[in-house]
């Protein structure tokens, strides 16, 4: 209709209503991109959106597990410490029971700390990180990612000494029902057919004897790296919520 209109303007040589006839055409088609635009932008903002929502769950659930797991590394560093001590000194003197327990504590234990990722694995893996529009939360995010893969290989390097070496020696040096009935915890009622035996444990010549007391030392200097690792990747997260929160607040979210 347009068109026609628009033509048999130009025919009669009515050039004002050519030019009025050419800035409807101009004017709606900007207006049409205004519109398309403005729906995209909706759309992103609201991807966005449910991406920081599900991000920050994922967040506050992984400050709890690190928390967590700190404390658990902090009290096998402790346990190590009084282990040391007591081997390192001949008239020191300990409660069997309490000695079987410090063994489970700082030689058996191991620690996971498996934190959730699930929302930035997600934005990586599907090209979508453009869709978060602050540049500072997305550089935390990759350095987070960096400190992860490099605790990831602490913790292996810890577990596989674990495995083939620490693991081994207790197997082998002494009764393991009662490192087994420290280490249980809550699976303790679900497995209440292992208990403790008379003068099971691990006697104080083997807890003195060099082969425990560099065991000792290495599953020291691993506890180390991992507290020292996840006490970064901690505050790294906490920082991640605090750039969440001021994204949230930018995008008109109430916390």
């Not at 008239?91 to 234990?109: E, T, Y």
């Not at 006697?203 to 425990?212: G, N």
């Not at 990747?233 to 916390?255: K, T, V």
């Amino acid at each position: 209709m347009l068109l026609r209109s628009l033509t048999k303007h130009v025919r009669d040589q009515n050039w004002f209503a050519v030019a009025l006839d050419f800035f409807i055409v101009v004017a709606g088609i900007l207006i049409a991109f205004q519109i398309a635009n403005w729906s995209a932008y909706r759309a992103e903002r609201a991807q966005e959106i449910d991406y920081l929502s599900a991000m920050e769950r994922d967040v506050e659930y992984s400050i709890g597990v690190l928390e967590d797991s700190i404390w658990n590394l902090e009290s096998q560093q402790s346990a190590r410490q009084a282990l040391y001590e007591f081997l390192a000194d001949p008239s020191a003197d300990l409660d069997p029971d309490k000695l079987d327990s410090l063994i489970a504590r700082g030689v058996f234990a191991l620690e996971r700390a498996d934190i959730n990722q699930i929302t930035f694995e997600t934005l990586k893996s599907s090209g979508q990180m453009s869709v978060i529009k602050s540049s500072e939360l997305l550089k935390a995010l990759q350095d987070l990612s960096a400190e992860l893969d490099a605790a990831e290989v602490d913790k292996n390097e810890d577990f596989q000494f674990a495995f083939r070496m620490s693991d081994p020696l207790l197997i082998t040096e002494g009764d393991f029902d009662n490192i087994l009935i420290n280490d249980l915890g809550s699976m303790h009622d679900k497995l209440p057919w292992i208990t403790k035996q008379p003068g099971a444990g691990y006697d104080r010549e083997f807890v003195r004897s060099r082969s425990f007391k560099n065991i000792l030392l290495f599953r020291t200097l691993f506890g180390q790296l991992r507290l020292e690792g996840l006490t970064t990747i901690l505050e790294r997260h906490q920082n991640i919520l605090i750039l969440i929160d001021e994204r949230q607040a930018q995008l008109g979210i109430e916390p």
